[in-house]
């Protein structure tokens, strides 16, 4: 059972502004009313301006909550896009090798380049939800389907399988004081676990995150750093490494334009992941912005109408969202609409 969160800026410094003040002191509330003693890092809540100067302070925040043997979670309190910029403060000199224990890490899009980097120092992770994208929710409780993972996750350290949630809301766009309280607009969801194609059943560790982070680091796309850092550093897996995974992918909330969608699947195919892994899971977009065109890419993309593909996953930017655990043997099941870990 987790006692103690520790919440990190990884990425943006968003929890540390003034104009989320009302937000974080939610989440704050909501936390400690499920008995958790919540810790932020020294950095966390310095504001993003610093955070964007100061990448080694994020760095060393991520090494303090995991130093920390009172903090048993720790929690990110947002994404962004540089995450990336960290690297040489976790690897030039083994840090973060040094510095890891096994503790509950929870975030998710930016943060899916923290995910492998924790990957590749032998820790299992688990993706899907962050603090301000989900804690601190404006409605007047959390999100029923994303409330049931967290607790899970709280409770009993793991995540014992997914299914789908019957409905989906459009994301929020305004994040004022005056939305407190304020409904997201709901609306039914009845596709489930949607196979696209191959077999109903299949199974293996996934590995994934976000498609447009995923492409930065691979052939970076909006920061050429990114893939020579990711490169540098070992953090992108050997071929190898990918066989007999399931690959995770999400969308993020960019809503990018399928033609770009296209091209980061491609980068994955070219370095053929595809041919290696077992299947694919892939998120629901948010607002279900270009659903068919994402999916047409994909068939085209992967061409192998053998791989297993499923989507409307509710993970990643799409509200509601469950929880993944990375690096885990799991089971896929299109016909019972759930997917089994451990």
């Not at 195919?269 to 994909?298: C, S, W």
Request: charged share 30%; glycine share 8%.
């Amino acid at each position: 059972m987790v006692k103690t969160v520790a919440i990190v800026s990884l990425s943006h410094g968003t929890v540390g502004e003034a104009f989320a003040k009302h937000e974080l002191e939610l989440g704050v509330s909501r936390l400690e009313k499920y008995g958790l003693k919540v810790k932020f890092t020294d950095n966390a809540l310095k504001g993003h301006g610093y955070l964007k100067a100061h990448p080694e302070k994020r760095a060393e925040d991520l090494l303090q909550a995991f130093t920390d043997d009172e903090v048993d979670m720790i929690l990110c309190a947002i994404g962004g896009d540089d995450t990336f910029r960290l690297l040489p403060y976790l690897f030039s000199d083994d840090e973060l090798k040094k510095a890891v224990k096994k503790k509950i890490f929870l975030g998710f899009s930016d943060t899916t380049t923290n995910h492998f980097m924790l990957n590749k120092v032998g820790l299992n992770t688990f993706y899907g939800q962050s603090f301000l994208a989900d804690i601190c929710e404006l409605e007047n409780e959390m999100l029923p389907y994303t409330k049931k993972y967290f607790e899970e996750l709280i409770s009993t350290g793991t995540i014992k399988e997914i299914t789908p949630s019957d409905v989906w809301y459009e994301s929020r766009t305004d994040f004022s004081e005056s939305q407190k309280g304020v409904k997201l607009t709901l609306h039914k969801d009845s596709k489930g676990f949607e196979l696209l194609q191959g077999k109903n059943v299949f199974s293996g560790r996934i590995l994934g995150g976000c498609i447009e982070t995923l492409f930065d680091m691979y052939e970076g796309e909006w920061y050429e750093e990114s893939a020579s850092l990711c490169e540098r550093y070992g953090i992108l897996p050997e071929l190898k490494e990918w066989e007999g995974k399931i690959l995770l992918i999400e969308s993020s909330e960019m809503k990018t334009e399928p033609e770009t969608y296209r091209r980061a699947l491609k980068a994955l195919k070219d370095r053929g992941i595809f041919d290696a892994v077992n299947g694919v899971l892939v998120g629901k977009p948010a607002d279900e912005a270009y659903y068919e065109e994402y999916k047409k890419a994909l068939t085209d993309v992967v061409n192998n109408k053998d791989l297993p593909i499923v989507c409307n996953i509710n993970i990643g930017h799409a509200l509601p969202r469950c929880i993944i655990p990375l690096g885990v043997n799991a089971t896929v099941d299109t016909e019972k609409q759930r997917i089994v870990f451990g």
